[in-house]
Each structure stands twice: as C-alpha cells, then as structure tokens.
C-alpha cells in the first residue's frame, strides 16, 4: 500500500527468508566462513543455532547458494517427523526413494548413491532447518546416516540449524553419540546498533529507494532499541511504521512512528512507563 509512496518497487521488510535481502552482519559472515571451512576440512556433522528471528534461515539458504557445481545438496526445512520418514525425504533429495521404505533398505540405498556421487567428483551435504523440532529418536537417528563413510572420509556432511533448544537436546544423555560427533558449533548474534542501520539501509536500496533515507536516525536507533538487534522483529517494526507513516502522509519515518509500532507488536522491547507514556525525571530509558 506504500511502495508509490515512498518510491519502492517491492516490500523491503517481508519476513520471509529471500536471499536476495541477505545482510552479511559480521555474525552471518563468521557463519557463512566457517560452514565452508568445515565441509572443505572434510568434517562430518556441524551445529548453527540462533535465537528466535536472527536469521538462521536465511543463512542457510545464502550457504545453499553458495555451494560450487562439485555440491550436491539435500535441504529438509520441517524435520518434525518419523526418523524412517526423516530418512525417506533425505533418498528422495538424493533421488534414490524407489525402493523398499524400510530404514535398512532405504541407508542401503542412500550409501551407495552416496558412494557413486563420491566417484563423480560430488561431494553431499545434508541441511536440516528448525533441528529443535525433530523428534528425540529422529534426532539420534542422524547418527546412521553419519557413519556412511569411505576409510578416509566422511560421504555425507550434516548441518544442524536450530534454536537453543537443540543444545538442550543433544544435552541428554541418550544423544551424547551424536553430540561427539559435531565438530563444529556456531551461535549465531544478534545485530548491534550500526549493523541494524546498515541492514535496513541496504533492505531499503534493494526495495528501489534512490534517495535520501526513509527512516531519520532517531528512527534507525527505535528500532534497534525496540527490535533489539533481532532481523526479524526489524522487519515487523519497520514494516509497520512505514504503515504508520504513509498514514499521515509522512515521506520519512520518524521516532514515533516506530513506537507506534513497537506497541502494536509481541516480542518489542516496550518501557515500564509506556502504560503511562510519563517520563519521569530522572528516569532515563534502557
């Protein structure tokens, strides 16, 4: 309803995961570096976790993106199910799924379409999205498909994405097996101040803005403040204030309209006093 108004082509600030807004914060850039060292050192099974809205999918699927012609990879983004169904989409992406379904047959089938792949030169990688979603005996179940391997490396390299809660997983005792087998770990951060500047800036230019910048500093520093440097909250709170701007007719954001937002939306950072809108004195905002 805005983008005339402001001069944009598309939303800049949708909440779904499109590379082509992928922000390279330091953090996105360390983990991006590191799942590349990882499977170039040979490294069987790596851990990307993150708190809600900071980004892992888009990590992901920038990491998938990424991937040279010697690649071939499988990408599962709702895990949440039966570990023989687990294993039944992981020979479907690697085009062995015909066959018998029960899970010896299916790893029979997966490690030797696995072996002819290592013969062509291609190397296989496994990413799973929202890894805290899994099932525990679906989660331990990975450790199968972990020992295909030749005697000097791994056939399949496997990538966890997941929230915390996929730490408190692999903390049982039941999944130690699995859990020594992850020899790469990232958590992954949340914006600072500058890069959430620089986030929407570049969101912004992607969207067609040319001009000089929809949202005022005081602007830029509410939603930081208010988002507290979570990607997605940023969209949400931006989003809506343009809303709020294009309303009175405003061509820039300002400080208020992001409050205006921040008080329309869950999980927005949001002062004890707002109730009141007082500022006390002496009292200075956190």
Known sequence: MYLAHFGLNQIPFGI??????????????????LLHLALESGDGFIKVVGEVGTGKTILCRNFLSELGENWKAAYIPNPQMEPRELLQEVADDLDTATGKRDPAHVIKRINLR????????????????????????????????????????????????????LDDMLSAHSARQLKQRIVFHYQLRHLNADEVIKYVEQRLRVAGCSGDSLFSPAALHALYRHAEGTPRLVNVLAHKALIVAFGEGRMQVEKHHVKSAAKDTEGAFKPSWWPWQIKLPGVRDR
């Open 114 to 165: 696995l072996i002819d792949l290592a013969r062509a030169g291609k190397k296989v990688v496994l990413c799973i999205d929202e890894a805290q979603t899994m099932p525990r005996l679906t989660l331990e179940s990975l450790r199968l498909l972990s020992n295909l391997e030749t005697e000097k490396s791994k056939l399949l390299h496997i990538i966890l994405f997941g929230q915390p809660e």
């Open 16 to 33: 779904t995961p499109d590379t082509e807004f992928f922000y390279p914060s330091t953090s996105h850039r360390e983990g991006l570096n």
